[in-house]
């Protein structure tokens, strides 16, 4: 019994100092094996590896894709005017040389990102300080973001090489601190607020104009449709006359007669009407009489 237990003790050993001994680097990653402190051997192909067991010799892994670097504060800078602005930036980065990495930046990734932020900001500031606000925003981005690109590179691949490689350096953002954009907001909505008012005063000046010349010619209009209703009128009223005179000038006693009696149906108009005259010695009833009309000749026997 106790040589079984010893058997799978000596396993369990010899499986636990074995897994010491392996480990794998994946296909995105170095892995970097230390041998008391000292880089031993950097690995950069994946698959299973072999080493000693700790502590003679650690096993360490740094990433080999592309990497992001995002401006992490929104800090203003200066412009060639002395213009405030702040700016969003990224960079695509990758280490490219894990020795030369550990030994000038660091042991991870984020020491790199750290001093990469640094000269970054610091060429980005050197760069905006030589060009306007119109440059920044215009076409000319693209050469800021060359120039920015190049004295990174500069820096990374000098004296003392980082072991990484500055893919690219973006702009995602350009604007200006939050002070002088409130004012170049109330600008603007103080001249889009001015255009309004004047458009407005310009309908309403176009809308008064309109109003006066659709009255003018209804006054126009109407001044001429009564002069030739009048005209109408006065014609018909002439040829009324005219038929009226002919037509009595024919028979006088009828015509007397004829107006007697309209003058009967504008006296007696109502029911309520009355008039007061004498019968007897009024021209006005002497066709009720049978006298005939009002100033006729009479009758002769």
């Given at each position: 019994?106790?040589?079984i237990?010893f058997i799978?003790?000596?396993?369990l050993?010899?499986?636990?100092?074995?897994?010491?001994?392996?480990?794998?680097?994946?296909?995105?990653q170095f892995g970097v094996?230390?041998?008391?402190g000292q880089?031993?051997?950097?690995i950069?192909?994946?698959?299973?590896?072999f080493?000693?067991?700790p502590?003679?010799?650690n096993?360490?892994?740094?990433?080999?894709r592309?990497?992001?670097?995002?401006?992490?504060?929104?800090?203003?800078?200066?412009t060639?005017e002395k213009q405030r602005?702040?700016?969003?930036?990224?960079?695509r980065w990758?280490?490219t040389?894990?020795?030369?990495?550990i030994r000038n930046?660091g042991l991870?990734?984020?020491?790199?990102?750290?001093?990469?932020?640094?000269v970054v900001?610091?060429a980005?500031?050197?760069?905006?300080?030589?060009r306007?606000?119109r440059?920044?925003?215009?076409?000319?981005?693209e050469?800021l973001?060359?120039d920015?690109k190049?004295?990174?590179?500069?820096?990374?691949?000098?004296a003392r090489?980082?072991g990484i490689?500055?893919?690219d350096?973006?702009?995602?953002r350009a604007?200006y601190?939050e002070?002088i954009?409130?004012?170049?907001?109330?600008?603007?909505e103080?001249?889009?607020k001015?255009?309004?008012?004047e458009?407005?005063s310009?309908g309403a000046?176009e809308?008064e104009k309109i109003?006066a010349?659709?009255?003018r010619?209804?006054?126009?209009?109407?001044?001429?449709a009564?002069?030739d209703?009048?005209?109408?009128k006065?014609?018909g009223?002439?040829?009324?006359?005219?038929?009226?005179?002919?037509?009595?000038g024919r028979?006088?006693q009828f015509?007397?007669f004829?107006?007697?009696?309209e003058?009967?149906?504008a006296?007696?108009?109502?029911?309520g009407d009355?008039?007061?005259?004498d019968?007897?010695?009024?021209e006005f009833f002497?066709?009720f009489?049978g006298?005939g009309?009002p100033?006729?000749a009479?009758?002769k026997?």
């Amino acid at each position: 019994m106790n040589r079984i237990g010893f058997i799978v003790s000596s396993a369990l050993v010899a499986l636990a100092l074995l897994s010491s001994m392996l480990f794998v680097v994946d296909q995105r990653q170095f892995g970097v094996v230390y041998a008391l402190g000292q880089i031993k051997e950097v690995i950069t192909e994946p698959g299973l590896n072999f080493k000693l067991p700790p502590p003679f010799q650690n096993v360490s892994y740094i990433d080999k894709r592309l990497l992001t670097l995002d401006s992490p504060d929104a800090e203003p800078m200066l412009t060639l005017e002395k213009q405030r602005v702040v700016i969003d930036w990224y960079v695509r980065w990758r280490i490219t040389d894990p020795l030369q990495y550990i030994r000038n930046v660091g042991l991870d990734e984020a020491a790199g990102a750290n001093q990469l932020n640094r000269v970054v900001r610091n060429a980005f500031q050197e760069e905006i300080n030589r060009r306007t606000v119109r440059e920044l925003l215009s076409s000319k981005r693209e050469q800021l973001m060359a120039d920015v690109k190049q004295e990174v590179l500069e820096v990374v691949k000098g004296a003392r090489p980082w072991g990484i490689d500055v893919v690219d350096v973006r702009i995602t953002r350009a604007d200006y601190v939050e002070a002088i954009t409130e004012s170049v907001y109330r600008r603007m909505e103080a001249e889009r607020k001015r255009v309004a008012n004047e458009l407005r005063s310009t309908g309403a000046a176009e809308g008064e104009k309109i109003r006066a010349d659709a009255d003018r010619q209804r006054e126009v209009t109407i001044a001429n449709a009564y002069r030739d209703a009048q005209k109408i009128k006065g014609e018909g009223d002439a040829q009324a006359a005219a038929v009226y005179a002919e037509a009595f000038g024919r028979d006088p006693q009828f015509a007397q007669f004829y107006r007697s009696l309209e003058a009967y149906k504008a006296s007696f108009n109502k029911k309520g009407d009355v008039l007061v005259v004498d019968p007897s010695g009024s021209e006005f009833f002497k066709a009720f009489r049978g006298g005939g009309a009002p100033g006729a000749a009479p009758a002769k026997k």
